[in-house]
């Protein structure tokens, strides 16, 4: 099998940065290679900033917060932005969709779907203008004031740090909060996928936001830990590995800065006794596949009962083996390539060591046949894996799947929690009652039930060394806001029914 001819695409100003609402000219001539994941060929070049570029980055957006107009806008005046960002995101799905590809070799259909989504995230913010609690009246307590308000205003300069496996979605899940609360952002672009950062910045370039509102750098970690030192941003939204989490949030307790950490995971998956073996693995072989197991939540831990291990291991295994590798912008193909050189190198790694360790390659783990360029690899499943094997344990970030054996629900339930991550879950079963236990009894931030899914809508993130906070829906808000108390001695006249309830209640 070879790859089909990729489709041309173009980026605007990827010799510049997106500073102070300019097209600025970086501070050196070094720059990034990008390479596509398909043919591992050279698709365009990239500024790579340096500190001065960074400092210059944190200046725009600290003048645009401590003087400018921005966080002295109405949140409706803000949403009007986001809604015109929205609009023209809309026209540029293509664009975005195409680059992501690129990119991180994730197939055309899901980045064409993901860039689809970006629009109705950017609105749901804005929607939140008028609904979301920015200010509530109090009673306050005894021989305290007379009125009582919690005001919850922009926590200021915010460093948005965003991986290459979802470049797109990271930067807008960030922004959009990040600006309808009214703070300034500076978007550091992964080195690996830093394209949609030009596309945005030419939107917020086309839709008049105030100069340093919006800016966009791409760097590498040497620059990042600059941004998350800087005293000039207040606080640092991270998308990536525990282990940076790990740096970034020690750094941060060093001056007190604000955080969201949404870290990795080694999700698991518990399939009962009740739940249809087939159906179990057509939901897990599809999303073991999804942008080629890069993604943070997916399920790489499939737990069930000893009696039904080995049907679901066979069940899975046809699947992996009928899955079709290749071009990701062939129709054809269920999976692409992986992003990078050093990301197949870290997955056949992983494999290795899996074998090493005893358990059992039931299909995959190799460069698929036919595909001699291109960071490829077979999506791979192992059988017989024990919770303490490394590949149960660590994040590997590639389609690699391990089926673990339990002695009943109870002990799958044990297992599952037996990590030192919390990110996301599942539960298969026909009876939503048991789904819902289950689920209750998970430590994770998200649980689905009969499937893999995300919803940005609803807020996600992790428990134990899956992260900090959370990103998307009204739970995402809080993370951009400052929470202050102000008594007085009556109630302005803009709140026209102060609460009656009891002291501290609204």
């Known amino acids: 099998m070879s790859t089909t001819i990729e489709p041309s695409v173009t980026l605007n100003n990827s010799d510049k940065f997106y500073i102070g609402g300019e097209w600025v000219a970086p501070s050196t001539d070094s720059t990034f290679a990008l390479h596509s994941g398909a043919t591992e060929e050279v698709f365009a070049t990239v500024a790579e900033a340096q500190e001065a570029d960074l400092d210059r980055a944190v200046a725009a957006a600290r003048q645009a917060f401590d003087h400018g107009p921005w966080p002295r806008m109405t949140h409706v005046q803000r949403a009007g932005y986001l809604t015109a960002f929205a609009d023209e995101l809309?026209?540029?799905?293509?664009?975005?969709?195409?680059?992501?590809?690129?990119?991180?070799?994730?197939?055309?259909?899901?980045?064409?779907?993901?860039?689809?989504?970006?629009?109705?995230?950017?609105?749901?913010?804005?929607?939140?203008?008028?609904?979301?609690?920015?200010?509530?009246?109090r009673n306050p307590g005894p021989n305290s004031a007379a009125a009582g308000l919690v005001v919850r205003e922009p926590v200021g300069v915010v460093g948005a740090i965003v991986p290459w496996n979802g470049p797109a979605m990271m930067m807008v899940w960030k922004a959009a909060p990040a600006l309808l609360t009214g703070c300034t952002i500076i978007i550091?672009?992964?080195?690996?996928?830093?394209?949609?950062?030009?596309?945005?910045?030419?939107?917020?370039?086309?839709?008049?936001?105030?100069?340093?509102?919006?800016?966009?750098?791409?760097?590498?970690?040497?620059?990042?830990?600059?941004?998350?030192?800087?005293?000039?941003?207040?606080?640092?939204?991270?998308?990536?590995?525990?282990?940076?989490?790990?740096?970034?949030?020690?750094?941060?307790?060093?001056?007190?800065?604000?955080?969201?950490?949404?870290?990795?995971?080694?999700?698991?998956?518990?399939?009962?006794?009740?739940?249809?073996?087939?159906?179990?693995?057509?939901?897990?072989?599809?999303?073991?596949?999804?942008?080629?197991?890069?993604?943070?939540?997916?399920?790489?831990?499939?737990?069930?009962?000893?009696?039904?291990?080995?049907?679901l291991v066979d069940a899975l295994a046809a699947r992996f083996a009928a899955t079709t590798v290749g071009d990701p912008f062939d129709p054809a193909t269920m999976m692409g390539p992986l992003a990078s050189e050093a990301q197949r190198t870290r997955v056949e790694g992983y494999i290795a060591q899996g074998v090493a360790e005893g358990a059992r390659l039931v299909t995959g783990g190799h460069r698929p046949a036919g595909l001699d360029r291109g960071y490829f690899i077979e999506p791979t499943l192992f059988a017989g894996?024990?919770?303490?094997?490394?590949?149960?344990?660590?994040?590997?970030?590639?389609?690699?799947?391990?089926?673990?054996?339990?002695?009943?629900?109870?002990?799958?339930?044990?297992?599952?929690?037996?990590?030192?991550?919390?990110?996301?879950?599942?539960?298969?079963?026909?009876?939503?009652?048991?789904?819902?236990?289950?689920?209750?009894?998970?430590?994770?931030?998200?649980?689905?039930?009969?499937?893999?899914?995300?919803?940005?809508?609803?807020?996600?993130?992790?428990?134990?060394?899956?992260?900090?906070?959370?990103?998307?829906?009204?739970?995402?808000?809080?993370?951009?806001?400052?929470?202050?108390?102000?008594?007085?001695?009556?109630?302005?006249?803009?709140?026209?029914?102060?609460v009656q309830s009891g002291p501290g209640l609204s």
Not at 105 to 129: C, D, K, M, N, W
Not at 386 to 394: K, Q, Y
Not at 454 to 470: A, T, Y
């Open 188 to 311: 550091k672009a992964s080195p690996e996928a830093p394209a949609a950062g030009y596309v945005l910045a030419e939107i917020a370039d086309s839709i008049g936001l105030p100069p340093g509102v919006f800016n966009v750098i791409t760097a590498d970690r040497e620059v990042s830990e600059l941004l998350v030192r800087h005293r000039g941003v207040d606080k640092i939204s991270f998308t990536g590995s525990t282990a940076a989490g790990r740096k970034i949030g020690s750094i941060l307790g060093g001056r007190l800065g604000r955080a969201t950490l949404e870290l990795g995971g080694k999700s698991p998956a518990i399939v009962l006794d009740d739940y249809d073996i087939d159906a179990a693995a057509d939901a897990l072989a599809f999303q073991a596949s999804f942008i080629t197991g890069q993604v943070c939540g997916s399920l790489t831990r499939v737990i069930v009962t000893k009696n039904r291990h080995d049907a």
């Open 385 to 498: 894996v024990s919770n303490d094997h490394v590949i149960a344990r660590e994040e590997i970030f590639g389609p690699v799947t391990s089926v673990i054996a339990a002695e009943d629900e109870a002990d799958a339930v044990r297992i599952a929690n037996d990590t030192d991550f919390g990110l996301s879950g599942a539960v298969f079963t026909g009876d939503v009652e048991r789904a819902y236990s289950v689920a209750r009894q998970l430590r994770t931030g998200a649980v689905s039930h009969n499937a893999f899914r995300l919803d940005p809508w609803m807020g996600f993130g992790g428990f134990k060394q899956s992260g900090i906070g959370r990103e998307g829906g009204i739970e995402g808000v809080s993370g951009y806001l400052e929470t202050k108390s102000i008594l007085l001695d009556s109630y302005p006249a803009h709140v026209s029914t102060p």
């Open 90 to 137: 809309e026209r540029r799905v293509e664009q975005i969709s195409t680059l992501w590809t690129y990119e991180t070799g994730a197939i055309l259909p899901v980045t064409q779907y993901g860039a689809a989504e970006l629009a109705e995230v950017l609105r749901f913010h804005a929607s939140l203008a008028t609904t979301y609690p920015f200010e509530t009246s």
